[in-house]
């Protein structure tokens, strides 16, 4: 687990003994987690499910003023079982919603459409939370009627949804923790990488 607790320039060891750079203890409490310091907001969000990416980006765009596109909306086919979209049908989508707005947050757990978009975010959030956190949050998260018809349909895949939380640690697939990391270490701009709720509150 990332140890942020200590307040002072701000490299973390990993379990493997490689480093993490990460947003200093202050800057986090500084007001949803000091995320939107650039003067036009172009924001990258990912993490596991449950990490809070939706609910966070939620708070950033009332704060700020921002437009939210969940990836969840254009990432699949409208059949059963789910099919994801051709990469390039869901990256013509983002970029028409980059053209339209200057100001943004694009959040998702699909590290190959976030790189797609990276180089347009001038910042991004890494919702690297444990995985017992982000079981938690899903447990109690609202109903999300752009994703389910009903409440009840969501609830009958609460199952489902903890144990693909469960994966995220070892997977090797576009949605795991090893993809969001990449994306995370090979940002250069301004970034944040948070690993607890009470971090971006």
């Known amino acids: 687990m990332i140890d942020v607790s200590n307040?002072?320039?701000?490299?973390?060891?990993?379990a493997d003994n490689e480093s993490l750079?990460?947003?200093?203890?202050?800057?986090?409490?500084?007001?949803?987690?000091?995320?939107?310091?650039?003067?036009?907001?172009?924001?990258?969000?990912?993490?596991?499910?449950?990490?809070?990416?939706?609910t966070l980006a939620k708070k950033l765009c009332a704060a700020h003023k921002l437009n939210h596109l969940d990836l969840d909306t254009l990432a699949w086919e409208e059949a059963s079982p789910p099919v994801r979209k051709a990469i390039h049908v869901s990256q013509q989508q983002i970029d028409e919603f980059i053209s339209g707005n200057s100001g943004w947050i694009?959040?998702?757990?699909?590290?190959?459409?976030?790189?797609?978009?990276?180089?347009?975010?001038?910042?991004?959030?890494?919702?690297?939370?444990?995985?017992?956190?982000?079981?938690?949050?899903?447990?109690?998260?609202?109903?999300?009627?752009?994703?389910y018809s009903s409440k009840e349909e969501q609830g009958s895949n609460l199952d489902m949804l903890i144990d693909w939380i469960s994966q995220y640690p070892e997977r090797d697939d576009t949605f795991s923790a090893a993809a969001h990391r990449q994306l995370y270490e090979g940002f250069s701009g301004t970034k944040h990488m948070f690993t607890s709720n009470a971090q971006t509150t």
């Open 7 to 14: 307040p002072h320039p701000e490299v973390v060891k990993k």
């Open 106 to 147: 694009i959040e998702g757990c699909y590290s190959d459409l976030l790189e797609l978009v990276i180089d347009d975010a001038n910042e991004i959030v890494f919702l690297n939370l444990p995985v017992e956190a982000c079981i938690e949050n899903a447990k109690k998260r609202p109903w999300e009627p752009h994703k």
């Open 21 to 54: 750079q990460v947003t200093p203890t202050a800057h986090l409490n500084s007001g949803l987690g000091g995320i939107g310091s650039c003067p036009v907001q172009q924001i990258l969000i990912f993490g596991n499910s449950g990490s809070g990416k939706s």
